[in-house]
């Protein structure tokens, strides 16, 4: 059974940054699809980046430019960096390992606000 825990979530002033960690435990994530997703109040699950087994990237075009993800497969971990922070970026964020039909975190709250 893989167990995906997010931490890193917060309060931050906009212009703030913030780093997201998930850390998965029963699978290594080396071969898998990571990814973040997120959902904002009142709105459906969206995508905010993911990270392929060759470290390939893709973006949500909210987030092109101002966040990074990346993965460390030595700690079976994998990061979001948030730069920028914008009230809208606010939502629940997910991390997810193998795409739509993958395993899922509880999610960690990021808000937005000053």
């Known amino acids: 059974q893989v167990q995906l825990v997010e931490s890193g979530g917060g309060l931050v002033q906009p212009g703030g940054s913030l780093r997201l960690a998930c850390v998965a435990s029963?699978?290594?994530?080396?071969?898998?699809?990571m990814g973040w997703y997120r959902q904002p109040p009142g709105k459906q699950r969206e995508l905010v980046a993911t990270v392929n087994s060759r470290n390939s990237t893709n973006y949500g075009d909210s987030v092109e430019g101002r966040f990074t993800i990346s993965r460390d497969n030595a700690k079976n971990t994998v990061y979001l960096q948030m730069n920028s922070l914008k009230p809208e970026d606010t939502a629940v964020y997910y991390c997810?390992?193998?795409?739509?039909?993958?395993?899922w975190g509880q999610g960690t709250q990021v808000t937005v606000s000053s």
């Open positions: 997810n390992l193998g795409g739509s039909r993958g395993d």
């Open positions: 029963g699978r290594s994530i080396t071969i898998h699809l």
